[in-house]
């Protein structure tokens, strides 16, 4: 056990994906409901990790600030965006550093980025809709030096789920339920 991370038992898990890569499938989902003005509830689905399902009943709002017309009453998407986007990479970081028999003092993560609303808005077609850049900073202590921990964070762009997802296009696939409303 280092850093908090069973490494014993990480090896165990890699070498059962090995051995049948099912195993090493991994899913989950949310349903997010709109709560009113800019509020939005979201339930966190049970997740399938090859045949076994995972109770993972968990709750949280999203809400935008007052000058977006919200209540300020909880983080906007954008922070559950980055939040997920570090936590990821957060792990990743710390796993790959366990492997390697690092023992880390304390880690950080920083992500910064900036959306221009206009394109949200709708105002200027130049203007992305989505973040065009992410800037993020590791702050790191620990054992290691500082060549093995740019080689941790150089794995954590190459492994990490949620910076692979981000970084890259990925598939989105839409469906649309249309209920209606009989109105008296």
């Known amino acids: ?10 090896g165990a898990y890699k070498n059962t994906v090995e051995q ?18 800019t509020k939005v509830g979201v339930e966190t ?24 017309l919200g209540e300020h009453s909880a983080p906007t998407p954008q922070c559950y965006l ?5 936590g990821c990479m957060m792990v990743t970081f ?3 550093a366990s492997t390697k028999g690092i023992e880390l003092e304390g880690v950080s993560l920083e992500i910064k980025s900036t959306l221009d609303l ?15 850049t992410v800037e993020y900073c590791f702050t790191v202590e620990g054992n290691g030096t500082e060549e093995q921990f740019k080689e941790i964070a150089d794995l954590v762009i190459q492994f990490s789920p949620n910076y692979a997802t981000v970084a890259n296009k990925v598939k989105m696939v839409s469906s649309l339920v249309v209920n209606s409303t009989v109105k008296n």
């Not at 980055?82 to 570090?86: N, Q, V």
């Open 1 to 10: 056990m280092i850093n908090g991370i069973n490494l014993e038992a990480l």
């Open 20 to 37: 049948d890569s099912k195993n090493g499938m991994y899913s989950g989902g949310i349903k997010a409901t709109w709560l009113g003005g």
């Open 45 to 68: 689905k049970a997740l399938q990790l090859g045949d076994e399902k995972i109770p993972h009943d968990f709750s949280f709002t999203i809400d935008e600030p007052n000058q977006l």
């Open 82 to 86: 980055l939040g997920g986007l570090s």
């Open 94 to 96: 710390v796993a790959m």
């Open 118 to 132: 206009q394109g949200f808005l709708g105002i200027n077609e130049t203007s992305p809709v989505g973040y065009d």
